[in-house]
């Protein structure tokens, strides 16, 4: 009997189910019709997700060269595999799954190690008082960086990557309602680090007051010249 | 009763979501390293497949 767990990844990964039912069997019938892509072709695909892999690694490491060496495992891997990739499914979204298992499995194998630094925090930080205005980027990935990994991966495949909830759940192998979850409370995490609830936010703010300081001395310093100039 | 549309919270979530598609989009096109290049001309050599 074919096991859902099975089906759910199978949206992906073509399945080869057992035949002890007639709806598994016209399921095989089914995948047996599907053609699987030319090598060319598959390859054209693959070399298109490049760039979206490359910004998916890097929202789980925090290092682009990291990042470039997961990319290019997940490649290997997709290659080798391609016979059971589904032309009619997403090639994002089969890469993706191939990549997160690669990380999850370089993770365990401890490669990588903390992903934030707080000495590189501190000199990139930057003031923005302003709510409205546009946030600086460097703070946003460093506030991602802050964020656990399963909502880190939640935020950047809906909120970045387009993914619906319920492809990014697929990618994540959780539910619907687990993806949702983490999104949402990585927003809320998101936002209360960029707007002064936490310590980025925080330093924020005391750059921003630092910054006004700095100029109204400024400015005192260029009228104390004048009054100099004139008293001379 | 708030009766703009223009709801802080919204307006703060919509700032981040720009800012994480920059962040990722950023990333995404950034110079390709020539590793990659390399490695699609290379393929057919390196991975055997696990074929039809």
């Keep these: 009997m074919l096991l859902w767990g099975q089906l759910k990844r199978g949206e992906f990964m073509t399945i080869i189910p057992d035949q002890s039912t007639k709806a598994d069997a016209a399921e095989m019938r089914n995948e047996e019709a599907v053609v699987p892509l030319d090598d060319a072709t598959f390859k054209q695909r693959l070399a298109a997700t490049i760039p979206h892999l490359r910004a998916f690694a890097y929202s789980l490491c925090g290092k682009m060269d990291v990042a470039d060496d997961l990319v290019q495992d997940t490649m290997l891997k997709a290659w080798a595999a391609r016979a059971r990739f589904r032309p009619d499914t997403s090639m994002r979204a089969w890469t993706f799954v191939i990549l997160r298992n690669c990380y999850i499995s370089q993770m365990r194998r401890n490669k990588f190690t903390a992903p934030y630094d707080e000495g590189v925090a501190e000199r990139t930080l930057t003031a923005n008082s302003d709510q409205q205005a546009p946030l600086h980027l460097e703070d946003v990935r460093m506030a991602l960086m802050q964020l656990g990994a399963d909502q880190r991966e939640a935020i950047i495949l809906v909120g970045a990557g387009g993914f619906s909830y319920e492809e990014a759940a697929e990618i994540c192998d959780c539910a619907v309602g687990t993806m949702k979850s983490r999104v949402s409370r990585a927003r809320a995490a998101l936002a209360a680090m960029l707007d002064g609830d936490s310590p980025i936010g925080t330093r924020r703010q005391r750059n921003a007051a630092d910054e006004a300081m700095s100029d109204i001395l400024g400015t005192l310093d260029k009228l104390s010249e004048g009054v100099t100039a004139l008293a001379a | ?52």
């Design chain 2, 1 to 52: 009763m708030r009766t703009s549309c223009f709801d802080p919270v919204v307006m703060r979530q919509a700032r981040i979501g720009r800012s994480l598609r920059e962040v990722y989009d950023g990333v995404a096109d950034s110079p390709m390293p020539d590793q990659f290049d390399a490695l699609l001309s290379e393929l057919d050599k390196i991975a055997v497949p696990e074929r039809r």
